[in-house]
């Protein structure tokens, strides 16, 4: 495999750093059943990496992985040449299922993250200062005093990104959070993410099943075989953002995509 080539033109993207996060021959099996079959990458500070494959090919399993929520039945996962159990709070981590606490305004759900980390490093009006400013890139100022009952399924997921961008974590993995909304709003929600990441920059592990959104944010694409998932390809992405979806070079990097 060439490691962060260009498919297309065969250049390296010497714009990202070093590696932040190694994944070294990842295997899952839960009881008789094989998931991953020898996952090895690395993910570059500052990059943004989706992951995609089919359905079911075990995608949730290895960002779990890596976020250390479950372990491996045979591998390791390195964050700067460390074992991951030696980083507490390295990760946010934006899961599939609308996580906005019901009982909790659009403030308190976007604080809530802050609450929990820094209850004895950051006082209340800091940790206000801190959500409202990352509220108002969301574009949801205004909805502070909202309840989720009363937001849309994107500005939801807005209020979860805004949580998890407010927490000066070092990594922040998303699992399909745009999997429940209609297309138009999903394509806003792209925007919206990569308006947060060019303030925030962090190292993203994206998961998702479409391999058009996957070429609009990221910097490199790694597609799953079907379980028990291998890697069978990755991409460098090598168009400036924003990326426009009819041009040519975005209509080359589907081709390659889709036919690999």
């Not at 996060?21 to 570059?44: E, T, W």
């Not at 890596?66 to 990760?91: H, L, M, R």
Request: proline share 3%; with cysteine.
């Amino acid at each position: 495999m060439d490691s962060y080539k260009n498919k297309r033109s065969g250049k390296v993207n010497k714009s990202i750093k070093e590696a932040k996060i190694k994944v070294q021959n990842i295997k899952k099996y839960f009881a008789d059943l094989h998931v991953l079959d020898g996952i090895s990458f690395d993910v570059r500070e500052n990059e943004v990496l989706s992951i995609v494959g089919p359905t079911g090919c075990g995608k949730t399993t290895l960002a779990k992985i890596i976020a250390d929520i479950i372990k491996p039945t045979v591998g390791e996962v390195f964050i700067n040449n460390s074992p991951i159990d030696n980083y507490n709070q390295v990760f946010s981590f934006v899961f599939q299922q609308d996580s906005c606490l019901p009982w909790m305004n659009v403030l308190n759900n976007v604080m809530l993250g802050l609450t929990v980390a820094y209850k004895d490093k950051m006082d209340k009006k800091e940790m206000e200062e801190k959500a409202r400013e990352v509220i108002n890139l969301v574009n949801l100022e205004g909805y502070e005093n909202y309840y989720p009952i009363q937001l849309s399924g994107g500005m939801k997921q807005r209020v979860v990104i805004a949580r998890a961008f407010c927490l000066d974590t070092e990594i922040l993995i998303m699992d399909e959070p745009f999997g429940q909304i209609d297309v138009q709003t999903r394509y806003h929600m792209e925007k919206e993410l990569l308006k947060i990441w060019e303030k925030y920059r962090r190292t993203v592990i994206f998961i998702t099943n479409h391999e058009e959104q996957a070429i609009t944010l990221s910097d490199r694409v790694l597609k799953l075989t079907g379980a028990p998932a291998k890697i069978k390809n990755e991409i460098s992405i090598d168009i400036p953002r924003p990326r426009d979806i009819l041009s040519q070079e975005f209509m080359e990097y589907r081709k390659i995509l889709s036919s690999e």
